[in-house]
Structure formats: structure tokens, C-alpha cells
């Protein structure tokens, strides 16, 4: 089955960690994407990346990294920095990089920080 | 840059009755619409998307939405209900923004199916 895998589903922290969230895809998609999701105020993009090796800051991310070393995976680490990162965090894969393609969702991680 | 407003953060309706969720963006000269739901704890999954051609288009479960231009909406709707339906709705809006592509989403709408 191709699609996009999310780990963990529930992740809890305590103040002050940094943790990283799992994104997987086997669509052999170009293009990935993190959003947050807090509840009434729709999908944020946190950062995106169009190829390999190559990621842009998105709307908010100021306290999250990333990294593009797969075609096949993009981490997010939520870190010290992000003062409220208890939210819902969604990855999306979109097969090239243009206006008409359909983004692809996975499960979803919610984060609770403790 | 787009904006995309839902103009209803929820939407009570009864089953089988006919439901609209509006969406109206921010004008463009190319724009390209998609309607996406999400079940509670999931990720979203498109239910439709209009690139060009008929403005009427017709999606998963029963669904279609109206591109207006004029009116710069594109309203979703479905002529009877049923529970499997209550989720969250997202109108979304993508352009061509000097060879790039940003989607912009709506802040969602929750339609509520009583029985």
C-alpha cells in the first residue's frame, strides 16, 4: 500500500526536550510538508521542502527544524524553543511541486507537552 | 498572498437534509480550489478540486462544489446527509507565485449530522 506514515500517533513531552516526529512516504512524492493544527484555526505550514537536501521556512517556524536527506523522509523536531507546541502536527507529500497538484495526508502526531 | 475564509466554523444539519459550507478566497487572475475533510484523530483526504473547465464539480461521497469567479466562492455541498459525514471541512486555495506553489487553507468548517 503507498501512502504516509506518521510516528508516533501521541508523543508527550516534558518542558524543556526536544522531539522529533517521524514522516514517511512511499509515493515517491518530490514535495513534503508539516503543518499544526490547533483547533479553530485550520492548517499553519511550519516548513516544506521541494527536493532533496532543500527546505523552506514556512509561516511559523520559529522553534521547529527539519531535515530532507530522503526523498523518502522529512523530520520535524519540535525544540525547546516553540513556547505552546501542544498541537495536532500534519505531514502531506505532493508528487511534484505545482498549483494543481493534491496533497497527500498522514495520520497525524498529537503532541501534549507536559 | 491568498486568503481563504470558511465563512462557518460549524454547521449543524439533520440527516438527510441538504448542507452548503461556504468558501470564498481573495481574488486572482489563475486560481486553483480543492475541498479537503478529515475525520476526528486523522489526517485529510481530498474530496474535490477544480483546476479549470466546468465550474460544477463533482467529488467523493456524494459531494460537489460551484466555482463562482465573479462572486470568488466555491461553495461545497451535498443534497442529503448522512452521520458518516460529520467531520471537519477545509476549502483550500492555491496560485503561481513566481514558479512556486503554497497552498493556503481555510480554518475549517465542522459539519455536525444529528439523526
Known amino acids: 500500500d503507498g501512502g504516509i506514515t506518521q510516528s508516533p500517533k501521541y508523543l508527550f513531552r516534558k518542558e524543556g526536550q526536544n522531539v522529533t516526529l517521524s514522516c514517511e512516504q512511499n509515493?515517491?512524492?518530490?514535495?513534503m510538508y508539516w503543518y499544526r493544527q490547533d483547533p479553530g484555526q485550520g492548517l499553519r505550514l511550519i516548513y516544506y521542502s521541494q527536493i532533496v537536501n532543500d527546505f523552506q521556512k514556512g509561516d511559523i517556524a520559529e522553534g521547529y527544524s527539519v531535515s530532507r536527506e530522503k526523498k523518502e523522509s522529512f523530520p520535524l523536531t519540535v525544540t525547546s524553543a516553540q513556547k505552546n507546541p501542544t498541537a495536532f502536527y500534519l505531514c502531506?507529500?505532493?508528487?511534484?511541486?505545482?498549483?494543481?497538484?493534491?496533497?497527500?495526508f498522514g495520520p497525524g502526531t498529537r503532541l501534549t507537552v507536559l | 498572498a491568498q486568503s481563504v475564509t470558511q465563512l462557518d466554523s460549524q454547521v449543524p444539519v439533520f440527516e438527510e437534509a441538504p448542507v452548503e459550507l461556504r468558501c470564498n478566497y481573495s481574488s486572482s487572475v489563475s486560481v486553483y480550489l480543492f475541498w479537503y475533510v478529515q475525520y476526528p484523530n486523522q489526517g485529510l483526504q481530498l474530496l474535490l478540486k477544480y483546476l479549470s473547465g466546468s465550474t460544477l464539480v463533482k467529488g467523493i461521497n456524494g459531494f460537489e462544489a460551484e466555482f463562482n469567479k465573479s462572486q470568488t466562492s466555491f461553495h461545497l455541498r451535498k443534497p442529503s446527509v448522512h452521520i458518516s459525514d460529520t467531520a471537519e471541512y477545509f476549502c483550500?486555495?492555491?496560485?503561481?507565485?513566481?514558479?512556486?506553489?503554497?497552498?493556503?487553507f481555510g480554518r475549517g468548517t465542522s459539519l455536525i449530522v444529528h439523526p
Open positions: 509515493l515517491n512524492h518530490d514535495a
Open positions: 502531506a507529500s505532493e508528487a511534484g511541486f505545482s498549483s494543481t497538484d493534491t496533497q497527500y
Open positions: 483550500a486555495v492555491s496560485d503561481q507565485l513566481g514558479g512556486s506553489y503554497i497552498p493556503t
